[in-house]
């Protein structure tokens, strides 16, 4: 798969902005970048710029299910000057580490993900994605996967839910990196979807039906 940049983005959704936005931008020092419409759903993306990547705050006034939680179950935030993780919470109960800049590799951004089967993961994260395996998980440039064993089964999860929900990729061609995936055994989340004249995506989901964007701007 081709991407254009060497990371990836993430994204959450909340019915409560402003004290979302009082955390992220306040206590982790999230910069804000810009507001999008999410189209006919009603929901706003509020995007911001966070350890090079960017975190994508998805804001809906009507009631979000809670349950069940998807796989990405912490945002690991890269800091330096740090010489162990500092574990935070935002206001919806999202669990944040502050790592020391390096950790696991990661000076922009990673994901601890909890999987049933962690083994089933390798073959998704290294052929269908092209990330690099590495002891504990898996690394796309400065960014990282830090996978685990879950306690209780990871299920199929939907995307607009409280909590993270999904990574974003942005790729080259995105009509070739979608195909490119389902022909190396990704299962579709979404067909290519075009928007305006600039913006086209599509969705996966990796064995445990976790959500990943693709992305051509």
């Given at each position: 798969m081709q991407l254009s940049a060497p990371r990836f983005d993430v994204a959450l959704y909340t019915n409560d902005i402003e004290p979302m936005l009082a955390f992220w931008q306040g206590e982790l020092g999230a910069k804000f970048d810009r507001l999008l419409s999410m189209g006919p759903s009603g929901g706003t993306q509020h995007r911001h710029l966070l350890s090079g990547c960017t975190l994508k705050i998805n804001h809906y006034e009507e009631p979000l299910d809670e349950e069940p939680l998807s796989g990405y179950r912490e945002l690991l935030v890269p800091r330096d000057g740090l010489t162990q993780p500092l574990k935070l919470t935002d206001p919806d109960g999202n669990r944040v580490a502050l790592v020391p800049s390096g950790w696991f590799g990661i000076t922009e951004l990673g994901v601890r993900l909890e999987a049933n089967d962690p083994a089933a993961h390798r073959q998704f994260y290294t052929k269908v994605l092209g990330f690099v395996p590495v002891e504990g998980g898996y690394r796309l440039g400065n960014c990282g996967i830090v996978m685990g064993k879950a306690?209780?089964?990871?299920?199929?999860?939907?995307?607009?839910?409280?909590?993270?929900?999904?990574?974003?990729?942005?790729?080259v061609d995105i009509y070739k990196a979608h195909a490119d995936a389902l022909a190396a055994g990704a299962e579709e989340g979404a067909a290519v979807r075009v928007v305006g004249e600039t913006v086209r995506y599509s969705q996966l989901r990796d064995p445990d039906g976790n959500w990943l964007e693709l992305s051509q701007r």
């Amino acid at each position: 798969m081709q991407l254009s940049a060497p990371r990836f983005d993430v994204a959450l959704y909340t019915n409560d902005i402003e004290p979302m936005l009082a955390f992220w931008q306040g206590e982790l020092g999230a910069k804000f970048d810009r507001l999008l419409s999410m189209g006919p759903s009603g929901g706003t993306q509020h995007r911001h710029l966070l350890s090079g990547c960017t975190l994508k705050i998805n804001h809906y006034e009507e009631p979000l299910d809670e349950e069940p939680l998807s796989g990405y179950r912490e945002l690991l935030v890269p800091r330096d000057g740090l010489t162990q993780p500092l574990k935070l919470t935002d206001p919806d109960g999202n669990r944040v580490a502050l790592v020391p800049s390096g950790w696991f590799g990661i000076t922009e951004l990673g994901v601890r993900l909890e999987a049933n089967d962690p083994a089933a993961h390798r073959q998704f994260y290294t052929k269908v994605l092209g990330f690099v395996p590495v002891e504990g998980g898996y690394r796309l440039g400065n960014c990282g996967i830090v996978m685990g064993k879950a306690e209780a089964p990871v299920v199929e999860a939907p995307m607009k839910a409280k909590g993270y929900r999904y990574l974003t990729l942005g790729v080259v061609d995105i009509y070739k990196a979608h195909a490119d995936a389902l022909a190396a055994g990704a299962e579709e989340g979404a067909a290519v979807r075009v928007v305006g004249e600039t913006v086209r995506y599509s969705q996966l989901r990796d064995p445990d039906g976790n959500w990943l964007e693709l992305s051509q701007r």
